[in-house]
């Protein structure tokens, strides 16, 4: 009889994947099985491992995808065919998250379980819009309460003006549906016009929008910005507290939304790069990365491979498919040889660096002319072999320089092939052609050549935003004005840190 398994009750905090725990992270990385609802942060299902399973159980108001007993029932079978299944709930289980109907469906089945709290909305949302939720003079206490506790109910279960005479901080969620009844029984029930209040809207997430009013004014000033649900409303003294700065929104590119489309998998540090400044980020991968070798050119090249005085890396892509080749032919890096080391960049240098081999040369600019001319300033390749690793749509520059002007007599290895990847498959494929971007980023010119190809594709509905198109360097720029568009926006140095300097130039304090 196989063994049951085990049901971890998570929370996966307001929005921001940031504020999940280190414990629940783990977990979700681990489990065979993820149940999410449809508020946990879409980041989050990429970090579950290669074959485990999403079940999407999300509930919305008009809509539920699946009824809470039906859920239950889900959660108990799955650990009793034997597999570890992580119930991911936004916010913190305990908090208005059902984790309790649940719990009590597992105790009656008799399925172990862990409970893993996580950062619940209020607070979430609170910290991130600068609210201070208590103060010693101003307020000593905190209410949780909820505007719509029931999504298929539409009356009011909680006696709002009775809350009205027990101070303190009042913090209501799912209440925007209902905000001019709330507000109305609270001031019914005692609660001067003038309160401190507030309401936070998709909180902690790029595109959080608050608004700060006395409790009189919540309903019409809602209406008027156009606040939406997932949103807290706060009511109370400590409220009028609010600090006048914004750390959150200050940010220079927050409310700016940018397209990154590089492949799968290779998005993160440009997009953890602008999410530090305050941008929305959408992924739209254009280009796809696929292994490459052919055979017999790879065993003659390991098998000469300590005749090489240098090895040239033009790109983190082929520093990462080399050395899983290398890896294969060779058990131990003590094969790889004396060779001297030379990358075209940081990016590419730190693959090599995770294998502990020291990189002699990184140009100043990401470029292959600088990287040959660095090479040719060592004054060490006059008859020296060079071997050259590069993929199917690499320039014949970097070779062609260090032949002519180096006077190395070159081999060139390529280890992956460059290829469109089909966009209709992009997760974030319908939110760009429903409302547009501030900038599309390309990196490169094969990105570029996949845009151009599949522009009908990318069509925009009709109030979207139209982005400008921006680009990483000048041979990128080239292949975008020679396919008649227009470049928005180049990096000054072919660098992430220098592109993200160039759209907050171009972008901040401009909205």
């Given amino acids: 009889m196989k063994q049951p398994g085990k049901v971890y009750l998570v929370g996966a ?49 008009g809509r539920q995808t699946v009824e809470q007993d039906k859920i239950s029932r889900m959660l108990v079978e799955i650990a009793q065919s034997g597999k570890r299944v992580v119930r991911l709930k936004e916010g913190d289980p305990f908090v208005f998250g059902r984790c309790a109907e649940e719990m009590t469906v597992l105790d009656d089945a008799g399925i172990y379980y862990e409970i893993v709290p996580g950062v619940t909305a209020a607070l979430g949302c609170a910290a991130y819009a600068g609210i201070p939720l208590t103060h010693r003079d101003y307020g000593s206490s905190i209410s949780f309460l909820t505007g719509h506790e029931d999504i298929e109910k539409e009356s009011l279960r909680i006696d709002f003006g009775k809350f009205a005479a027990t101070g303190g901080t009042l913090c209501i969620y799912m209440g925007m549906s209902k905000l001019e009844e709330i507000v109305d029984k609270l001031i019914a029930g005692g609660l001067p016009n003038s309160k401190p209040s507030a309401i936070v809207s998709n909180g902690t997430l790029p595109v959080q929008r608050k608004i700060l009013a006395p409790l009189k ?27 006048s700065g914004d750390w959150f929104e200050d940010r220079p590119l927050f409310g700016r939304r940018f397209v990154v489309t590089r492949p799968v998998g290779q998005n993160s540090r440009l997009k953890k790069l602008l999410e530090q400044k305050g941008a929305e980020v959408l992924e739209l991968p254009l280009i796809e990365i696929l292994p490459a070798e052919e055979r017999n050119l790879v065993a003659e090249t390991f098998a000469g491979i300590a005749t090489y005085g240098w090895i040239v890396f033009t790109s983190a892509n082929g520093a990462r498919e080399f050395f899983k080749l290398f890896f294969r032919a060779f058990g131990d890096i003590r094969s790889f040889g004396p060779m001297r080391i030379a990358c075209v960049g940081d990016s590419t240098a730190s693959v090599v660096r995770s294998y502990n081999l020291e990189v002699e040369l990184i140009p100043t600019v990401s470029t292959a002319e600088d990287l040959a001319q660095a090479l040719v300033a060592t004054d060490s390749l006059d008859s020296a072999n060079v071997l050259v690793i590069t993929g199917n749509r690499n320039r014949d520059i970097l070779v062609n320089m260090l032949e002519t002007l180096g006077h190395a007599i070159v081999d060139t290895l390529s280890v992956y092939s460059t290829d469109f990847a089909d966009v209709s498959e992009a997760k974030d494929l319908l939110e760009f052609r429903k409302n547009g971007a501030d900038a599309l980023v390309f990196n490169s010119s094969s990105a570029a050549l996949s845009y151009i190809e599949q522009e009908e594709d990318l069509l925009l509905e009709d109030q979207a935003r139209v982005p400008i198109l921006c680009s990483l360097g000048d041979q990128t720029t080239s292949t975008l004005k020679e396919n008649g568009l227009s470049v928005g926006l180049e990096a000054e140095t072919p660098s992430l840190e220098s592109l993200v300097d160039s759209l907050v130039t171009r972008f901040s304090g401009n909205q």
Avoid at 34 to 48: F, I, S
Wanted: with cysteine; glycine share 14%; hydrophobic share 45%.
């Fill in 13 to 61: 905090g307001p929005g921001d994947q940031g504020l999940i725990t280190v414990k629940a992270l783990d977990l979700v990385s681990s489990c065979e099985v993820l149940v999410y609802d449809n508020l946990v942060n879409p980041a989050l299902l990429e970090e579950t491992a290669t074959g485990c399973e999403l079940i999407d159980v999300g509930k919305t108001p």
């Fill in 217 to 243: 004014d919540l309903v019409g000033l809602a209406k008027e910005e156009g606040l939406i649900s997932p949103a807290i409303i706060f009511v109370g003294n400590a409220v009028g507290l609010a600090g």
